[in-house]
C-alpha cells in the first residue's frame, strides 16, 4: 500500500513537471510547483507513517508550508506587481523542447538501475522520476528566458534532490533539513528581489538581455 | 445465428440506446455546473432533449450548391459514434461487439466519422466550413497517435488489445499501481477535452466563427442534420468519459450479468462519469480559451505524457 501510495505520488510529480514544461502561463506554472511540492510532502507524511519516522513530519509540514503555500505566494505576488504574466518565446519551442524532456527520463530511469537501491521496485521508480526532474529542471533553467521560470527550475532541482533524500537514503538530519529550508526561501527572496531590479532595468523580465551590461 | 452471437448483438443494441439515451443528460449536466459556478441558474437538467426534439421537428434546409457528401456527412458520423458505444465495456467488464475488434477499430471509427463530417464540412464551398475542417484536423492529427499511445499503455499492462479482455484483466489482476498509468491517465484527459472541443482548445458556446473549430464545421447543417451532429458528439463525449473512468478506475464494474452487479455497475459508473465531467467543467471554468497556434503544444503535451506512459513500461 506504501510503496503504492510512494509510486503514484513520484508519477504525479512528474506529470507537473510535463505540465510545466508545455505551459507559458507564469501564473499555472507557479501553481503546477506548488501542486508539485504537495505530492513531495505526501510522499514524505507517507513513509513518515509506514516506517514510523515521526521527523519526517517535520519534513513534510516544511515542505508544505514553504513550497506549496509561502513561494508560490511570494512568486505570483512578484508576477503580480511586475505584470508581467506569460513566458517570451523560449530558446527552444514546446514541442522539441518535450520530445528532449523525454529523452531525459528515459537517460533518468535508466541510470536509476545502477544504484543498488534502484533495483527493487519502489526505489526504482523514486530515483528514476528524481533524476527525471532533476535533468527537466536543469533543461528548462538553460531554455527559458523568464527569471521566474528560471527560479521554479531550480526549485523543482531542489525538490527532486528531496525525493531522493526522503524516498531512498534513511533521511537527512533535522538540522540540515531546516538549514535547506531556509536557505531555499532565502534563495526565493533574493532572486524575486532581483527579478524585481532586472524589470525596473530592462522593463522585461528576458535574462539574456542582461548581456547588454557588458561594456 | 449461434446464441452467443444473439446475446451479442442483443447486449449491442441495449447499451448503443443506453448510451445514445444518456448522453444528452451529461453535456446538459456539464452545463448547469459551468452555470452554478458562474453564479448562473443554468438550463433545466432536461433541455439536452428539448433541443434534441426540436431540432428533429424543424425542416431540412440544405444549401444548393451541396451534393451527398453534405447529407452523408452526419449520418456517418452518428453511425460511427453508435458503433463506438458497442466496442467499449459500459456496465460489465465486457464489450458487446469485442469480438470484431478493440483498440485499433475503436480508434478507426471514431477517425471515420471525423473524417465524414470534415469532408461534408469542405462539401458547400463555405470558408468557415473549410477553415473549421482545417483546424479539426490539425488537433486530430496530434491527438489520435497520443489517444492510441495512451490505450497501449494500459493494454501493455494486461497484455491484450481488445478492450472488453482488457478491462477484465485490469478487474482481475486489480490495479496495477505503476507509474504509466497515471502518466497514461493525464494524456488521456487532455486528449478527451482536446477531442469533445472543451474550452482550452474549443469553446462549445461560441458565436464568433472566427475562433470556432467544431462548431465551424457544422454551421451549415440546420434541423435534424445538426441534430444528428448534436447529439452524435454528445454521445462520443460519453463514450471518451466511459472509456477512461473504466480503464483506469475499472471499480464496481460487473463481472456477470446478473441483477445486482449490473446494478451496482450503473451506480458506480454514473457516480465515475459524474465525478470526471465534473474535473471537465473545473478545467473549462478555471482557463481560458487558448490561441489556435498554442492548441498544438497543449496537444503535443499529452502525447508526450502518453508515450513516456508507454515508454516507462520498458524502462
Same mark, same amino acid.
Given at each position: 500500500?506504501?510503496?503504492?501510495?510512494?509510486?503514484?505520488?513520484?508519477?504525479?510529480?512528474?506529470?507537473?513537471?510535463?505540465?510545466?514544461?508545455?505551459?507559458?502561463?507564469?501564473?499555472?506554472?507557479?501553481?503546477?510547483?506548488?501542486?508539485?511540492?504537495?505530492?513531495?510532502?505526501?510522499?514524505?507524511?507517507?513513509?513518515?507513517?509506514?516506517?514510523?519516522?515521526?521527523?519526517?513530519?517535520?519534513?513534510?509540514?516544511?515542505? *508544505?508550508? #514553504?513550497?506549496?503555500? /509561502? @513561494?508560490?505566494? +511570494?512568486? &505570483?505576488? !512578484?508576477?503580480?506587481?511586475?505584470?508581467?504574466?506569460?513566458?517570451?518565446?523560449?530558446?527552444?519551442?514546446?514541442?522539441?523542447?518535450?520530445?528532449?524532456?523525454?529523452?531525459?527520463?528515459?537517460?533518468?530511469?535508466?541510470?536509476?538501475?545502477?544504484?543498488?537501491?534502484?533495483?527493487?521496485?519502489?526505489?526504482?521508480?523514486?530515483?528514476? *522520476?528524481? #533524476?527525471?526532474?532533476? /535533468? @527537466?529542471?536543469? +533543461?528548462? &533553467?538553460? !531554455?527559458?528566458?523568464?527569471?521566474?521560470?528560471?527560479?521554479?527550475?531550480?526549485?523543482?532541482?531542489?525538490?527532486?534532490?528531496?525525493?531522493?533524500?526522503?524516498?531512498?537514503?534513511?533521511?537527512?538530519?533535522?538540522?540540515?533539513?531546516?538549514?535547506?529550508?531556509?536557505?531555499?526561501?532565502?534563495?526565493?527572496?533574493?532572486?524575486?528581489?532581483?527579478?524585481?531590479?532586472?524589470?525596473?532595468?530592462?522593463?522585461?523580465?528576458?535574462?539574456?538581455?542582461?548581456?547588454?551590461?557588458?561594456? | 445465428?449461434?446464441?452467443?452471437?444473439?446475446?451479442?448483438?442483443?447486449?449491442?443494441?441495449?447499451?448503443?440506446?443506453?448510451?445514445?439515451?444518456?448522453?444528452?443528460?451529461?453535456?446538459?449536466?456539464?452545463?448547469?455546473?459551468?452555470?452554478?459556478?458562474?453564479?448562473?441558474?443554468?438550463?433545466?437538467?432536461?433541455?439536452?432533449?428539448?433541443?434534441?426534439?426540436?431540432?428533429?421537428?424543424?425542416?431540412?434546409?440544405?444549401?444548393?450548391?451541396?451534393?451527398?457528401?453534405?447529407?452523408?456527412?452526419?449520418?456517418?458520423?452518428?453511425?460511427?459514434?453508435?458503433?463506438?458505444?458497442?466496442?467499449?465495456?459500459?456496465?460489465?467488464?465486457?464489450?458487446?461487439?469485442?469480438?470484431?475488434?478493440?483498440?485499433?477499430?475503436?480508434?478507426?471509427?471514431?477517425?471515420?466519422?471525423?473524417?465524414?463530417?470534415?469532408?461534408?464540412?469542405?462539401?458547400?464551398?463555405?470558408?468557415?466550413?473549410?477553415?473549421?475542417?482545417?483546424?479539426?484536423?490539425?488537433?486530430?492529427?496530434?491527438?489520435?497517435?497520443?489517444?492510441?499511445?495512451?490505450?497501449?499503455?494500459?493494454?501493455?499492462?494486461?497484455?491484450?488489445?481488445?478492450?472488453?479482455?482488457?478491462?477484465?484483466?485490469?478487474?482481475?489482476?486489480?490495479?496495477?499501481?505503476?507509474?504509466?498509468?497515471?502518466?497514461?491517465?493525464?494524456?488521456?484527459?487532455?486528449?478527451?477535452?482536446?477531442?469533445?472541443?472543451?474550452?482550452?482548445?474549443?469553446?462549445?458556446?461560441?458565436?464568433?466563427?472566427?475562433?470556432?473549430?467544431?462548431?465551424?464545421?457544422?454551421?451549415?447543417?440546420?434541423?435534424?442534420?445538426?441534430?444528428?451532429?448534436?447529439?452524435?458528439?454528445?454521445?462520443?463525449?460519453?463514450?471518451?468519459?466511459?472509456?477512461?473512468?473504466?480503464?483506469?478506475?475499472?471499480?464496481?464494474?460487473?463481472?456477470?450479468?446478473?441483477?445486482?452487479?449490473?446494478?451496482?455497475?450503473?451506480?458506480?459508473?454514473?457516480?465515475?462519469?459524474?465525478?470526471?465531467?465534473?474535473?471537465?467543467?473545473?478545467?473549462?471554468?478555471?482557463?481560458?480559451?487558448?490561441?489556435?497556434?498554442?492548441?498544438?503544444?497543449?496537444?503535443?503535451?499529452?502525447?508526450?505524457?502518453?508515450?513516456?506512459?508507454?515508454?516507462?513500461?520498458?524502462?
Amino acid at each position: 500500500m506504501t510503496a503504492n501510495v510512494l509510486i503514484l505520488c513520484a508519477a504525479g510529480m512528474l506529470v507537473t513537471a510535463y505540465l510545466m514544461v508545455g505551459q507559458k502561463a507564469l501564473f499555472t506554472t507557479i501553481r503546477l510547483f506548488g501542486l508539485q511540492s504537495l505530492l513531495l510532502a505526501l510522499v514524505a507524511a507517507t513513509i513518515a507513517i509506514a516506517e514510523s519516522r515521526h521527523e519526517l513530519f517535520i519534513t513534510a509540514a516544511l515542505t *508544505v508550508t #514553504l513550497k506549496a503555500i /509561502l @513561494i508560490p505566494w +511570494f512568486l &505570483m505576488r !512578484t508576477v503580480d506587481r511586475i505584470g508581467i504574466h506569460r513566458e517570451i518565446e523560449p530558446f527552444l519551442n514546446v514541442p522539441a523542447s518535450l520530445l528532449i524532456c523525454l529523452g531525459l527520463t528515459v537517460v533518468g530511469y535508466r541510470v536509476s538501475t545502477g544504484f543498488q537501491e534502484g533495483a527493487r521496485e519502489v526505489g526504482h521508480h523514486l530515483i528514476g *522520476v528524481a #533524476l527525471s526532474l532533476l /535533468l @527537466i529542471g536543469l +533543461f528548462m &533553467m538553460v !531554455t527559458r528566458k523568464k527569471a521566474i521560470t528560471q527560479i521554479l527550475a531550480l526549485l523543482t532541482v531542489e525538490n527532486a534532490v528531496f525525493l531522493v533524500a526522503v524516498g531512498v537514503t534513511s533521511g537527512m538530519p533535522l538540522i540540515v533539513e531546516l538549514g535547506i529550508s531556509f536557505d531555499v526561501i532565502l534563495a526565493v527572496l533574493l532572486l524575486g528581489v532581483l527579478v524585481q531590479r532586472i524589470v525596473g532595468r530592462f522593463e522585461s523580465m528576458d535574462i539574456s538581455r542582461l548581456s547588454k551590461l557588458k561594456g | 445465428m449461434s446464441a452467443d452471437a444473439m446475446l451479442a448483438i442483443g447486449a449491442a443494441l441495449l447499451q448503443a440506446g443506453g448510451m445514445l439515451a444518456a448522453a444528452p443528460l451529461l453535456r446538459t449536466a456539464i452545463k448547469k455546473m459551468k452555470a452554478r459556478l458562474q453564479n448562473r441558474q443554468g438550463p433545466p437538467l432536461l433541455q439536452g432533449y428539448y433541443d434534441l426534439a426540436k431540432l428533429l421537428r424543424k425542416e431540412t434546409v440544405r444549401s444548393d450548391t451541396s451534393s451527398w457528401v453534405y447529407v452523408a456527412g452526419p449520418r456517418i458520423y452518428f453511425a460511427t459514434v453508435v458503433a463506438a458505444t458497442t466496442l467499449i465495456p459500459v456496465l460489465v467488464a465486457a464489450a458487446p461487439l469485442e469480438a470484431t475488434g478493440g483498440i485499433l477499430l475503436l480508434v478507426g471509427t471514431l477517425a471515420l466519422g471525423r473524417f465524414a463530417l470534415a469532408t461534408a464540412a469542405l462539401d458547400t464551398g463555405s470558408p468557415f466550413g473549410g477553415m473549421g475542417a482545417s483546424r479539426d484536423m490539425t488537433i486530430a492529427a496530434l491527438a489520435e497517435p497520443a489517444l492510441m499511445l495512451g490505450l497501449f499503455s494500459s493494454a501493455l499492462s494486461a497484455g491484450t488489445m481488445n478492450l472488453g479482455v482488457l478491462v477484465r484483466e485490469l478487474v482481475l489482476q486489480g490495479p496495477s499501481w505503476h507509474p504509466g498509468d497515471l502518466l497514461a491517465f493525464a494524456g488521456l484527459f487532455i486528449i478527451v477535452i482536446a477531442e469533445t472541443g472543451r474550452i482550452p482548445v474549443d469553446n462549445p458556446a461560441t458565436h464568433l466563427e472566427l475562433t470556432m473549430i467544431h462548431e465551424a464545421m457544422v454551421l451549415e447543417y440546420a434541423g435534424p442534420d445538426l441534430a444528428l451532429v448534436e447529439w452524435a458528439s454528445a454521445v462520443k463525449e460519453l463514450v471518451y468519459l466511459t472509456l477512461l473512468v473504466n480503464l483506469f478506475l475499472p471499480v464496481g464494474i460487473a463481472m456477470s450479468l446478473e441483477p445486482v452487479p449490473l446494478l451496482v455497475a450503473l451506480v458506480a459508473w454514473a457516480g465515475k462519469v459524474f465525478l470526471l465531467a465534473v474535473a471537465v467543467t473545473l478545467v473549462e471554468s478555471t482557463n481560458a480559451k487558448l490561441r489556435l497556434f498554442r492548441v498544438p503544444e497543449l496537444v503535443s503535451v499529452s502525447l508526450g505524457l502518453a508515450f513516456l506512459a508507454l515508454a516507462i513500461r520498458f524502462l
